[in-house]
């Protein structure tokens, strides 16, 4: 082996060493924050980390500081996040030691991390499929000489996460450029391999087929960087996927605030696998002497202790620096176009999206459409994505497996590699498990990479009952989703705005949840002809955030009036509803549920003194009813009655039988007479 690789490597395992050692000794000052580090793990996260490129993207997890140093990374960045300081480089102090996000030129590409065990293995495939999309389309740098790969390291213990399997499947059907690493100590936290693992990795893996695997000695850095090199070879140039399964031991605690003292029966025999002995016979194997092994030991241990000195004295983040890059600013701040041009013929709204996605497709090579069923043979369940397989390819409109997370998980990826996906899960009833990368994945990455890393994508889903849909297919979820932080939401109740939203959406650099009720894609429930719409202009964009005021009255004294609240479905159902009394009753279609328009739902209940927030979902504990007590609390000076809310039973699901679905949800007779009790009271 050259001699530079192993004197680097062997300063980068000292280092992480005696990074490890200094946050034992100084364990008062640094256990404030739980962290963990790489010892036992450093040599072959090294021998990695030596051989990635600035165009290459890794998903480290939170036990590969060792890794980071072999990036290029400094003692003191790794510090800095380890005091939660203002300057630390990933987070600017707002998430753990060790959860990397990283955009330096001349680096490998590090988008946001998570804590929870795995997640990071589907936003990794989804990078290695946008590369792949890339080369395919042409949209790659051309003059990149050894392409691009993705790096996904793992713990052992995380590989039987289901969503592991989702990643699997699709790096091997769709053969990505893409290698995981399993790093395998034999533990989980207390509990081992014994206890919780039917095989290895590598034994996994065989069931993958075409994911090749290796079993390598981790702890061995010559038998490391030789099997990653090689591997890496493969995938640069056979553009598949590969897993490499290293053993090594644990030689510290799982986490600073989990002693390895506590549950551990097996340290001396760990301690026995060290690496550190293994690479320094090594460096005198090859010619080094005493003298200069010494040496680059202590310069690494000076350097660690003078960095740990100076991360010690660095700045606190301030109270405001939480206020901020909770999302990047997007360009669409005004409606533009033409929302009813002369000439074009009214359609209904499902086609009113899929023309927007079309125009969209049209213009953009980096934009692409992905989810179950919505490729050439069908082109959707609601035909929502008709004919643009046809036209765009099948590299560009394709069926995904039944995998929800990976669906949404995917998308950090793609848009890290600078791609725009629209992916869609079919029924909002199972967007649950979805739920785990939209929260842990997707809507903290902009937050948690200090802005770095805004996730760019558009999640469409189907939602609502009509029809005896019954209850897997009957949902509104829209409290749940509101609950998460991070995430832009629409609710349009017409083809124009779903159209001028998707439009906002595609230009929006965050995340943005389209939730689209399928009773008003054919407009085939009685009272919903307004849901069809003359087809907006090609340019016509309708801002996240701002409401329609779809019915207007004036102020008046004599007479007791009403505002209602709504989106979606409720907007037909207030609509009818009012007919006969519409100089009394202002009509707000929020459009959006975030950013919500605040400023034109508080204006409004001023002016008219009443307000019922009509929803489609239960009530109890819902987004309607937060919403109404936030508009209580606003205008609570200006109220003559309580701010009311109706909404479906407050039943677990909606039944199949159409007797008991129209029980169950709100329908113009129940909001009419909901009206009346409001404006009699």
């Given amino acids: 082996m050259k001699k530079e690789v192993l004197e680097k490597g062997f300063l980068k395992l000292c280092t992480a060493k005696a990074m490890s050692e200094l946050y034992e000794a100084n364990f008062k000052q640094v256990s404030k924050y739980v962290h963990a580090t790489s010892r036992g793990h450093e040599a072959i996260q090294i021998a990695l980390g030596m051989q990635l490129l ?21 003692p003191y960045d790794l510090m800095l996040q380890l005091l939660a300081k203002k300057d630390d480089p990933f987070s600017g102090g707002r998430t753990y030691y060790c959860h990397p996000s990283l955009k330096d030129d001349d680096k490998p590409k590090i988008p946001h991390q998570s804590s929870a065990t795995g997640m990071q293995a589907i936003p990794a495939t989804g990078a290695a499929m946008g590369m792949q999309y890339k080369e395919l389309q042409g949209l790659h740098d051309e003059k990149i000489k050894d392409l691009p790969l993705v790096v996904c390291s793992l713990g052992d213990a995380s590989v039987t996460e289901g969503e592991i399997a989702e990643a699997f499947q699709m790096a091997a059907l769709k053969q990505m450029p893409i290698l995981y690493l399993v790093q395998d100590n ?70 600073s605030g989990v002693r390895m003292e506590w549950y551990r029966d097996d340290l001396e025999e760990a301690r026995s696998r060290d690496p550190y002995p293994v690479i320094k016979q090594q460096l005198m194997d090859n010619g080094f002497t005493k003298k200069e092994i010494d040496s680059i030991e202590a310069s690494a241990k000076a350097t ?94 394709f069926n995904t497996p039944i995998q929800e997370a990976f669906i949404v998980g995917s998308t950090v990826g793609m848009s890290a590699v600078g791609l725009k996906p629209i992916v869609e899960v079919q029924f909002a009833d199972y967007i649950w498990p979805g739920l785990n990368q939209l929260f842990t994945e997707v809507s903290r990455s902009c937050y948690l990479s200090n802005g770095k890393w805004p996730v760019s994508m558009i999640l469409r889903v189907p939602i609502g009952a ?91 004294d004599d007479v007791e009036t009403l505002t209602i609240v709504t989106y979606g479905m409720g907007v037909h159902w207030a609509y009818n509803a009012t007919k006969g009394m519409r100089d009394q009753i202002e009509i707000i279609d929020l459009r959006t549920l975030f950013p919500l328009d605040e400023e034109t739902i508080m204006a409004s209940v001023k002016k008219t003194g009443k307000c019922l927030v009509v929803t489609e979902e239960p009530s109890h504990n819902s987004f309607a009813r937060a919403l109404a007590g936030k508009i209580q609390e606003e205008c609570f000076k200006c109220l003559d009655a309580p701010v009311m809310t109706i909404g479906s039973e407050n039943m677990p699901a909606i039944p199949l039988n159409s007797t008991l679905e129209e029980t169950m949800i709100p329908s113009t007779e129940k909001v009419k007479i909901k009206i009346e009790n409001v404006l009699n009271y």
């Fill in 304 to 397: 660690v202790e003078n960095d740990f000195q100076k991360a010690l004295q660095a700045e606190d983040p301030k109270p405001e620096d939480l206020f901020t890059n909770d999302f990047v600013s997007t360009p669409i701040t005004e409606e533009v176009g033409k929302r009813s041009p002369e000439g074009n013929d009214k359609v209904v709204m499902v086609d009113c999206a899929l023309f927007a996605v079309e125009e969209l497709m049209k213009k953009h090579k980096e934009c692409l459409l992905y989810g179950q069923d919505v490729g050439g043979r069908l082109g959707g369940v609601f035909r929502e994505a008709a004919t643009l397989a046809q036209k765009f390819g099948d590299d560009r409109v």
């Fill in 54 to 74: 600035p165009q290459d993207y890794a998903f480290p997890y939170y036990r590969d500081d060792a890794m980071l140093l072999s990036f290029g990374l400094q």
């Fill in 466 to 556: 009509y029809g005896s849909g019954g209850p897997y297919h009957s949902s509104s979820v829209e409290s749940v989703i509101t609950n998460i932080r991070g995430i832009k939401i629409a609710y349009p109740s017409n083809g124009a705005d779903l159209k001028g939203l998707i439009k906002a959406a595609y230009y929006d650099p965050n995340p943005v949840v389209i939730l689209e009720h399928k009773g008003l894609y054919w407009s085939k429930v009685k009272g919903t002809e307004g849901a069809t719409s003359i087809e907006p202009s090609e340019d016509y964009v309708l801002p996240l955030g701002k409401a329609w005021l779809l019915q207007e009255i004036w102020k008046q």
């Fill in 186 to 255: 034999g533990w989980d936290i207390s509990a081992n391999a014994e206890e919780t693992r039917a095989q290895n990795a590598f034994e996994y893996a065989q069931g993958f087929h075409g994911l090749e695997a290796i079993s390598i000695d981790g702890a061995n850095f010559i038998e490391s960087y030789e099997a990653i090199e090689n591997v890496i070879k493969i995938i640069r140039k056979e553009r598949r996927p590969f897993l490499v399964h290293a053993k090594v031991p644990l030689l510290n605690h799982h986490t």
